[in-house]
């Protein structure tokens, strides 16, 4: 495995070098935090691709290929999708606020207590977020290298800590379109050829699988519409997505690039489902299926190139940990830290101050959690389940109040660890019922406050 350490030292030290250049460019608040706004098609279809697809999407995908088939790919189809619909329907009046945080909105529509309240929801979910990635970083280091586990998460978590903290959304930008080409490269077109052909083709892998394993929906349909209540509406309001948005040059980039990437996430879904499924068949008694994606690397590919699909996994998991890492911050320092220092706004080096403690809390937090998926699903049950429903009443109806979004998002948010505490991550009855908690609170309370003077639902 020297060779593969090797590949994979010089992809960190990359990492690191791209996250210098970055730092040289964030010179202003605006630059750190999204990028001066002035991203192009290229760059900004490579770093919103790269920041949904990660840890989850790639670890997790593999798993869910390998448990249930092709229909594993629902989880990143409704991440693309929801990717496709923000870009085409709320990007073009987003990029006109110029605002900074997906609370704002709140704020702009309500009032600053909304902001606040809404924040705290948006800080656990965004930290959730890098905690996910951090953990599939630690997982495929693991298995590969024979590292502990915690010196994986520390080595791993520890190049994304720095290289964000240092250049902020520049640093995140330079990365995520090296990350892309690799992720690309390495796993649909090199891990996923390579394991169809151990496999025998094709057909060796439909004579070698039940006809289940070809169905799209053998995933069942709950959890085909669980992912889309999840992740599709999660993407629509997450501040790491929206954050991205806000990088873009104008309304026409984010529509055209945006939507391609949201296509591109699909395909990536498939893929990474095939190379679940090819793994069934070459490793049918797995132990964990979590280290399904390692095992399969680890099996299939011959030093060398095994370090540049590593490398690709990596790529995928570090854009997205990056991302929440930063989202996490800024939201603290734009929405909580002014509340404390009396209105008093941040400064660039508060932002990297607070996107290092805030990565250590991260790789803190990362060490004591060990299911990508279930923490991913925390992460979106929570932010869904909390915030969807004020933020669209912030957007389409008028009698919406600020009492009404309060009170939804504090019922929401508790029903959705309630139900996760009593039937488990795993289960539909967080997200179904936390919105119809929020749903209820949201308008009955609204229809009880005193109309709102002059604030129509022009925020966005």
Avoid at 65 to 94: D, E, R, T
Avoid at 122 to 137: C, K
Wanted: some cysteine; hydrophobic content about 55%; proline content about 3%.
């Amino acid at each position: 495995m020297a060779l593969d350490l090797f590949v994979v030292l010089i992809y960190a030290a990359g990492m690191l070098v791209l996250g210098y250049y970055g730092m040289r460019r964030a010179k202003t608040h605006e630059d750190y935090l999204v990028a001066g706004r002035n991203l192009g098609p290229s760059l900004y279809m490579g770093t919103m691709a790269a920041t949904v697809l990660g840890g989850a999407s790639t670890v997790g995908t593999v798993r869910l290929g390998y448990v249930h088939g092709i229909s594993g790919f629902w989880l990143c189809a409704a991440l693309g999708m929801g990717i496709i619909a923000l870009n085409l329907f709320l990007a073009k009046p987003l990029l006109k606020l110029k605002i900074f945080t997906v609370t704002q909105v709140l704020e702009k529509r309500y009032n600053p207590m909304a902001r606040q309240a809404s924040a705290v929801i948006m800080l656990a979910y965004a930290l959730m977020i890098g905690v996910t990635s951090i953990l599939a970083i630690g997982t495929v280091l693991q298995v590969l290298f024979g590292l502990p586990f915690w010196v994986s998460v520390l080595l791993g978590g520890g190049v994304v800590v720095v290289y964000s903290t240092i250049g902020g959304m520049w640093s995140l930008t330079l990365t995520d379109i090296v990350q892309f080409v690799i992720k690309t490269v390495g796993l649909m077109f090199i891990l996923l050829p390579i394991c169809l052909y151990r496999v025998g083709g094709w057909d060796e892998l439909v004579a070698k699988l039940p006809a289940s394993s070809f169905s799209f929906t053998a995933i069942g349909w709950d959890t085909i519409i669980t992912y889309f209540m999840i992740y599709f509406f999660g993407i629509l309001i997450g501040q790491d997505i929206w954050q991205r948005v806000f990088t873009a040059r104008d309304e026409k980039v984010a529509q055209y690039a945006g939507t391609f990437a949201g296509f591109y996430c699909v395909l990536y879904g498939l893929a990474c489902a095939l190379i679940g499924m090819a793994a069934h068949v070459l490793i049918p008694d797995l132990d964990n299926v979590n280290n399904a994606f390692a095992a399969i690397v680890k099996l299939s590919l011959p030093d060398g190139i095994r370090g540049l699909v590593i490398a690709a996994a990596l790529a995928a998991m570090m854009s997205t940990a990056s991302a929440g890492l930063l989202a996490a911050s800024t939201v603290l320092t734009e929405d909580l830290l002014p509340r404390l220092r009396g209105g008093k706004q941040s400064s660039l080096s508060l932002n990297r101050l607070f996107t290092l403690l805030t990565g250590a809390t991260v790789l803190g937090i990362a060490l004591v959690v060990n299911d990508v998926i279930s923490a991913l699903t925390l992460a979106y049950n929570l932010l869904v389940g909390g915030m969807l429903i004020p933020l669209i009443g912030a957007i389409f109806w008028k009698r919406a109040s600020t009492p009404g979004a309060i009170v939804s998002m504090a019922l929401g948010f508790v029903t959705a660890l309630v139900f996760m505490f009593k039937d488990g991550l795993d289960a539909n009855t967080p997200i179904y019922y936390s919105l119809a908690v929020g749903l209820v609170s949201f308008v009955a309370v609204s229809l009880l406050s005193r109309k709102p003077q002059g604030v129509a639902a022009r925020a966005v």
